[in-house]
């Protein structure tokens, strides 16, 4: 099992920066990519970057991409976003996800995970 527990998030205004980081506890063999989702009432639950734990490859949504970057510490059991130049399409909730190293799927779609942290709300104002 691995239970996942998201800080960081926050209001700020267009063009500012916020990181926000998940820490993963239990067995970090319990999983390999983990990343962030993010989500808003009137959309689907959007894949915005991922890491993978074991070969530290990374994976961005275009909308986020040279803007946003996912890293891990060196004990590999918390990862960090760090967004810069946000826009107000940005906001929402932002989900840790982890998903098993059996799992299969596009490592962007949510149905690839199957631990999920509570959220963390960001808020973008222009």
């Known amino acids: 099992q691995v239970e996942l527990v998201e800080s960081g998030g926050g209001s700020v205004q267009a063009g500012g920066s916020l990181r926000l980081s998940c820490t993963a506890s239990?067995?970090?063999?319990?999983?390999?990519?983990i990343g962030w989702f993010r989500q808003v009432p009137w959309k689907e639950r959007e894949g915005v970057a991922m890491i993978n734990r074991i070969v530290d490859v990374v994976r961005y949504a275009d909308s986020v991409k040279g803007r946003f970057t996912i890293s891990q510490s060196d004990a590999k059991n918390t990862i960090f976003l760090q967004m810069n130049e946000m826009r107000p399409e940005d906001a929402g909730v932002y989900y840790c996800a982890a998903a098993a190293p059996a799992r299969t799927g596009p490592v962007l779609s949510s149905d690839k995970y199957n631990y999920w942290g509570r959220g963390t709300l960001v808020t973008v104002s222009s």
């Open positions: 239990g067995p970090t063999y319990n999983w390999a990519w």
